[in-house]
């Protein structure tokens, strides 16, 4: 065997390698990398590629191929309405761009071969097989970009110059004064109910006590979004001025204390505090165990119950305001002349007529209010447009690491009245500066 033979071998056994960890989820639609994935939009449906990481792009006989990264709930492919609808935008940006064509492949959300560890990886070992386009969660964003894996939209195109987004949407890709990710689906908490025991949903804390029914979250949540959401809505801060996680012992305590006589009333009942995440919280109320619970929009849409309803959070003085975060498409192509070109594909799916259809099928919270005031559903569009008017982008990762550990330990003992408001408040103040 000559030299070039053996380094031949050595580089397709390393991309046979890579392949067999790449940590993508099998289905008849999208096999294995290393087989021939069908396009998801071609001109020619019999039409097939099969990716090269040597050469991402074709010769000059063929269009240029864009690889799209996705978690399995966006699969083009699933048959779902909103997997339909995707398949046709990306089918339409086929036909407006006969030049490009879109390879899309699923990722799973988190863990190995995941899509973060996936970019991890790609980027150190084979950055040749980035993805030009990749959707991403808000936390994922946020990783990627401080490692370097992204690339910021930032003179590639003018769409967040549009005022035509909300402002949680806004918030939601950008990092560090740049925008690392174009909006296309937004999920915040709410209040689901059932409306035979609850003619009329609290909106307030005075209306909570006042309604004796159990409402359901998870208050041992580690990350306590709820109650850091309530404590956001009583004036709390969750940085101090030197930009370190912090917490407000006054606007704790009030949020404590209503939950001290939550508590009492039977609003807030001690088997709360076995409930860890949102599935619990779902479960007990399906289960007809609370009247009420606080959920995630996603959840509540897709998973929608007869004779249900959901409201905003209810918060100290009855205005407004909940948590949000969502997906983004993100730039991830190691080739700065593909940038431009994977831009063009993340703006055509955030164009507004698409998103419209799309986040009502899908169950998230439109980016653009022009998408809303699309929604055939005009229930859901009333329901919708109060949550996304009160939605404030949920802290970054290195806030709620350190906020929500002594928040879950000051509720689970408050709510089982082990430790009066006041000093558990205290104590989860002075836990972030004497650790």
């Not at 392949?19 to 039409?47: D, K």
Request: glycine letters at 6%; hydrophobic letters at 40%.
């Amino acid at each position: 065997m000559t030299r070039y033979s053996f380094l031949a071998c050595l580089g397709l056994s390393c991309l046979i390698l890579l392949a067999a960890c790449s940590g993508e989820l099998p289905s008849v639609t999208y096999p294995a990398p290393q087989e021939t994935l069908p396009l998801v939009s071609p001109l020619s449906p019999t039409t097939e590629v099969t990716p090269t990481l040597e050469q991402p792009t074709p010769t000059q006989s063929g269009p240029t191929v864009l690889r799209l990264w996705l978690p399995p709930q966006f699969d083009p492919n699933s048959g779902t309405p909103a997997g339909n609808l995707l398949k046709q935008q990306l089918a339409a940006f086929s036909q407006r761009r006969p030049d490009l064509q879109v390879e899309v492949r699923i990722k799973a959300l988190d863990g190995p071969g995941g899509l973060l560890d996936s970019l991890t990886t790609a980027s150190a070992a084979a950055p040749m097989a980035l993805p030009d386009v990749v959707a991403l969660p808000r936390p994922d964003l946020e990783t990627a970009a401080l490692k370097g894996l992204l690339h910021p939209f930032d003179g590639l195109t003018p769409a967040m110059d549009d005022p035509d987004w909300y402002d949680y949407a806004r918030q939601l890709g950008r990092l560090q004064n740049s925008t690392f990710g174009l909006p296309f689906a937004g999920d915040a908490l709410l209040l689901a109910y059932y409306t035979a025991q609850v003619p009329k949903p609290p909106a307030d804390w005075g209306s909570v006590l006042q309604m004796n029914t159990p409402l359901a979250f998870p208050a041992a949540d580690p990350q306590s979004l709820f109650t850091l959401a309530q404590y956001q809505a009583a004036g709390g801060v969750v940085r101090d001025d030197q930009g370190r996680p912090y917490l407000d012992p006054a606007a704790l305590e009030k949020v404590l204390r209503f939950y001290l006589e939550a508590s009492k009333s039977g609003a807030m009942p001690v088997w709360l505090t076995q409930l860890q995440n949102d599935d619990q919280a779902w479960g007990a109320f399906t289960d007809r165990r609370a009247s009420m619970v606080v959920t995630w929009n996603s959840r509540y849409l897709s998973q929608v119950i007869t004779n249900t309803n959901a409201a905003p959070l209810p918060t100290e003085n009855g205005k407004a305001f909940t948590l949000a975060t969502g997906w983004v498409w993100s730039l991830a192509s190691s080739q700065s002349d593909r940038l431009e070109m994977g831009a063009q594909l993340a703006e055509f799916l955030t164009d507004t007529t698409f998103l419209a259809p799309w986040t009502q099928a899908a169950g998230y919270l439109p980016p653009r209010p022009s998408s809303l005031d699309a929604w055939t559903n005009k229930d859901q569009q009333l329901m919708i447009r109060q949550i996304v008017l009160s939605a404030s982008l949920y802290p970054s990762a290195d806030v709620i690491t350190g906020l929500g550990p002594p928040l879950q330990q000051a509720v689970i003992q408050v709510l089982k009245q082990q430790v009066d408001p006041q000093t558990a408040a205290q104590q989860a103040a002075a836990s972030l500066v004497n650790p």
